[in-house]
């Protein structure tokens, strides 16, 4: 049985010209992370320094909760407290997942340490964008509705076991020049040690942190990230909290992240969301009109896995994430071109009647644990297929399309929708 650790130390951030390496100690275990960056600036300045030590804050968390240590010693970590509360946040809200999952609350946890953070106020240039690019519909949305506003170059995080082909292939319809980055965990969280307690990490939040740090050593004004608004949507309640899987890819962290780049950097470092105030529906709208990437696209979490060889070639078809893109693709794409690109069709398996039920809320008691859209959202667009004469030989949608009853209709869900950040440059 795996037991709690008692200290979790941050020991101290490396950085060299081109490269960061974090280094952390669980009861005297080190662990060591790297990124090394392509396309960008030196990384040593101050102000790229800065910043690099909010990722080195939140990126711990990837090793603390290997051992959910009672207490964390941030040492001489710079620290102000807009990042505390970053941090704090992050431990709780973006593990909370991780602590459902392990029955593992973390109310108990103390944190100590830290030395004050300095204000640097370093030259950026706001028309220059970076994107944060997935492969995904999502990503390819801003980068499109991006092109002609902003100077955009896409931000790539690989691991070392090689680029992930989709995610490449797709990129490179956009055209737009590539800042990458190679991110290498320690050998010892992949290696499956009964030891250790596994789980859900905010690694969006990690990878939004890591974009900010080649914006500042490029001279780049703005991350431009791709976080629908139902991201903000919990998957379920425990324990008097929220337990969200998006959460380092909602509104709170959003903010959360914005304050604490402010607090070390000033604001002319702009990170939003360009979706924050739109529907996967709406995303889906618009990548609907970009055939020029249906043939390469990649949603399924499958083709990512750390791994090469654990990789799927193609969507694997039967996991939530497919089977969500389905659904909200198929109220404007025809069925023939669905399934072309699933090489299937997930919304038409038997098999998959359950996962669906789930989806649209009237399945499991929350939605599933995975980077989909909420329940409402999914049943609006159920409801819109179930009415398609392409789809009426499906009859298990029409049946689950009589058991919803979402507060919002279709048409709601293509206008915008609660806040956003995105300044108005973007957007002209």
């Known amino acids: 049985m795996t037991t709690r650790a ?17 280094h952390f100690d669980l009861d005297g275990r080190t662990f060591k992370e790297s990124v090394v960056f392509e396309g960008v600036g030196s990384l040593l300045t101050p102000a790229v320094r800065a910043v690099a030590e909010l990722w080195y804050l939140v990126a711990g968390l990837s090793y603390y909760k290997m051992g959910a240590a009672r207490r964390i010693d941030l040492a ?51 028309g220059r964008v970076l994107t944060p690019f997935g492969g995904g519909i999502d990503s390819v949305v801003t980068a499109t509705q991006l092109l ?15 680029r992930f082909e989709p995610l490449e292939a797709t990129a490179a319809v956009t055209g737009l020049a590539i800042v990458r980055a190679t991110r290498s965990l320690d050998r010892q969280v992949l290696e499956g040690d009964e030891a250790f307690f596994r789980g859900h990490v905010p690694v969006t939040a990690m990878i939004a942190l890591l974009a900010a740090v080649a914006a500042v050593a490029s001279g780049r004004g703005g991350v431009a990230m791709s976080n629908e608004h139902s991201a903000s949507s919990p998957n379920l309640r425990w324990r008097d909290q929220d337990v969200n899987h998006q959460w380092s890819k909602s509104w709170i962290a959003e903010e959360l992240i914005s304050d604490a780049l402010d607090e070390v950097v000033g604001p002319d470092l702009m990170v939003a969301s360009y979706l924050r105030d739109r529907s996967e529906l709406w995303v889906a709208q618009q990548f609907a009109r970009q055939t020029s990437f ?16 654990e990789r799927a070639a193609s969507w694997c078809g039967e996991c939530d994430k497919c089977l969500f893109i389905d659904l909200i693709l198929a109220p404007f794409l025809s ?9 299937g069709e997930p919304l038409s398996r038997p098999d998959l009647v359950g996962p669906l039920r789930s989806l649209v809320g009237v399945g499991l008691d929350h939605k599933p644990f995975e980077c989909v859209g909420d329940p409402d959202e999914s049943a ?17 949608l029409r049946e689950l399309a009589l058991l919803v009853q979402p507060e919002r209709d ?3 869900l293509l206008s915008p929708s609660g806040p956003s950040r995105v300044p108005a440059h973007w957007l002209r």
Not at 294 to 309: G, P
Request: some cysteine; hydrophobic content about 45%.
């Open 380 to 396: 609006v667009a159920l409801m819109k297929v179930s009415a398609l004469d392409e789809w009426a030989d499906v009859g298990a």
């Open 335 to 343: 069925r023939a071109a669905l399934r072309e690109i699933f090489a």
């Open 410 to 412: 279709f048409d709601d």
């Open 76 to 126: 001489a970590t710079p620290v102000g407290t807009k990042g505390r509360a970053l941090l704090d946040a992050a431990l709780r809200d973006g593990l909370a997942e991780f602590s459902y999952r392990n029955d593992l609350p973390l109310d108990d946890v103390v944190v100590e340490g830290g030395v004050d953070v300095v204000t640097y106020a370093p030259t950026l240039d706001p």
């Open 294 to 309: 249906h043939h390469v696209f990649r949603s399924c979490n499958r083709a990512f896995a750390q791994r090469s060889v």
């Open 148 to 162: 002609g506003h902003v100077d955009q170059s896409l931000f790539i995080v690989s691991p070392p076991s090689g």
């Open 6 to 22: 008692q200290l979790f130390r941050y020991t101290g951030l490396e950085i060299d010209d081109d490269a960061l390496n974090g």
